[in-house]
């Protein structure tokens, strides 16, 4: 990534960061912050995830994928679940990490004290889409367990150091979620059923 790049992200980090915490952004670094999120600091990160959540898929739908798959350097897909009330399709852009054949995702909801919409819907409806780079792909989702996540949580973190700090900061445990290739879940399924 280039001096110029670096720049800008870095700049826009400390924007959304005194816009909504009143406190200077980074994403990229583990500051060891842990004091909790005043409520009115909650009710801000909630506008302006509304605001960015709705932009950002609004650019994913308009060019095809082409554009709005990163925000701040980071990886971003577009997942699509089914509202658990009401049966219809609900996109979200969220960060993610790629263990291959796996997507993983973190339930952080910026440190929200509820759990984020998606997580609900997927505890309803596991059966999920996945936009990358415009290709969507079936997929399922499942919770990993508390010993999962114990042990993927060092390197979920290290590779994206925020949400240790939203962590940190959080009245919530955030809940991991693996998302499988659809014919990976099923072949899975149909081993467990063999024994």
């Known amino acids: 990534m280039s001096a110029a790049t670096e720049l800008v992200k870095k700049i826009v980090s400390n924007i959304l960061g005194l816009i909504v915490y ?3 952004g980074d994403i990229e670094s583990k500051r060891g912050i842990k004091t909790k999120h005043t409520h009115r600091q909650e009710q801000r990160f909630s506008v302006v995830k509304k605001l960015i959540t709705r932009g950002n898929v609004w650019l994913l739908r308009i060019s095809k994928g082409r554009l709005g798959n990163s925000f ?43 759990d984020p919409a998606w997580l609900i819907n997927i505890r309803k409806h596991p059966q999920v889409s ?11 989702a ?4 508390p010993d999962e996540k114990q042990r993927l949580w060092p390197s979920l973190t290290a ?10 900061r959080s ?3 955030f809940p991991v979620v693996i998302l499988e290739p ?8 149909a081993r467990k059923d063999e024994t």
């Open 22 to 24: 009143g406190e200077l």
């Open 72 to 114: 701040l350097g980071r990886p971003v897909l577009l997942l699509t679940t089914v509202g658990h009330k009401s049966g219809q399709a609900r996109k979200q852009p969220l960060f993610f990490v790629e263990q291959t054949p796996h997507l993983i995702l973190v339930a952080s909801n910026g440190g929200s004290p509820q």
């Open 130 to 140: 996945v936009g990358r780079l415009g290709t969507e792909t079936p997929m399922t």
């Open 142 to 145: 499942r919770i990993v367990t």
């Open 159 to 168: 590779e994206f150091p925020y949400w240790q700090e939203v962590s940190d």
């Open 171 to 173: 009245r919530r445990d």
């Open 182 to 189: 659809a014919n990976v879940q099923g072949a899975t399924s």
